[in-house]
């Protein structure tokens, strides 16, 4: 006789069914999310830094691990505001993403009249890696940083040291070292790691903490110098470069972090899956073993940590923002 479930049963299993269905994504008309439809991974910075590599990397496998597609769409300008303003005006479906760097929370106290609201429009899914700033120069423009400071020191305005961009996360860790040596030296900003490391090699700027996972490659081949590391410990990458703290700079660490975004309301359920997801990547020997290459780490966290690491982190880079006068010309 074949057996049958009482009402109230197949009611529940009825209902069960129904939230699994609208679990990953069901406000999507085409069905659970991911599905077939491909994610995008808006990357605010240009192709090459520091940001759009380790976008990249976790691209490579988020696909394979949802079953669908994920590409990467550069759109940089402005510090990562423009790429930042297309993700948060995307539908809150999980296909469309944001990779920003530590410099997310830098630029509402930079940039007036942002048509999106960092801490509002977006939910924190997770860091994905921390990548040490590096402060590189021509090779024979210093000897050390001590050397740097000391010329700086001497020629009050005279030396200049470049960045990504206003309010990024490589001009940050310049305002932080240029604040605890005591100089004063003239910013000069770029659209994206690329263009700043050409200049430096050129000899026309003098200064530039570059993403590790950029600079890396041309510091081994002597296309650039490393006088220093910006954060708290050595990296393993370059065991050899002193820290800035370490090179008699003391208050001068910073650390550089890339991490996912995710529109507002982005069903909790994609978030969660996103985020465990990322972390399986990350922690995955192929990649992590791709990531010290770079001189990166892996660094990730629950969603509800990371936005209380993201609030915590803005309220510091205010105090940056305003200790060095930081704005956009």
């Known amino acids: ?67 669908t597609s994920v590409i990467v769409d ?21 296909y469309t993403l944001l990779v920003h760097s530590a410099g997310h929370l830098v630029n509402p106290w930079i940039y007036k009249g942002l048509s999106y609201d960092t801490l509002k429009d977006f939910t924190g899914v997770t860091p994905m890696a921390s990548l040490p700033n590096v402060l590189v120069t021509a090779p024979s423009h210093f000897t050390d940083v001590k050397d740097l400071v000391a010329k700086a020191k001497a020629k009050p305005g005279g030396l200049n040291y470049g960045s990504a961009g206003n309010g990024s996360a490589t ?18 900003p770029f659209r994206g790691t690329p263009e700043a490391m050409t200049e430096v090699m ?18 081994k081949s002597g296309k650039l110098k490393a006088l220093a ?46 985020q465990a997801e990322v972390a399986k990547i990350m922690v995955a020997p192929e990649l992590k073993e791709r990531l010290e290459k770079l001189g990166a780490e892996p660094f990730t966290m629950p969603s509800a940590q990371f936005n209380k690491f993201i609030a915590d982190e803005t309220a510091k880079a205010q105090q940056v923002v305003k200790a060095a006068a930081i704005k956009v010309d």
């Open 1 to 67: 006789m074949k057996k049958t479930f009482p009402w109230s049963r197949r009611q529940a299993l009825t209902i069960a069914a129904a939230l699994a269905a609208c679990t990953l994504g069901g406000a999507h008309a085409q069905g659970p999310w991911p599905g077939t439809q491909p994610i995008k991974l808006v990357v605010p910075f240009t192709a090459g830094s520091g940001t759009d590599i380790v976008a990249r990397l976790v691209a490579e496998k988020l696909g394979p691990a949802l079953g």
């Open 74 to 94: 550069n759109r940089p300008g402005a510090g990562g505001t423009l790429g930042a303003a297309i993700a948060a005006k995307a539908p809150a479906d999980g």
């Open 171 to 188: 001009h940050m860790n310049a305002e932080v070292f240029r604040l605890a040596a005591g100089v004063d030296a003239q910013h000069v």
């Open 202 to 219: 050129a000899g026309r700027v003098d200064w530039f903490f570059a993403p590790m996972v950029s600079a890396l490659p041309l510091i």
């Open 229 to 274: 590391v910006g954060t708290a410990g050595r990296s393993f990458a370059l065991p050899d470069a002193p820290t800035t703290v370490e090179a008699g700079v003391p208050g001068s660490a910073y650390l550089f972090w890339v991490g996912l975004f995710a529109p507002a309301k982005t069903p909790q359920p994609v978030v969660e899956r996103l």
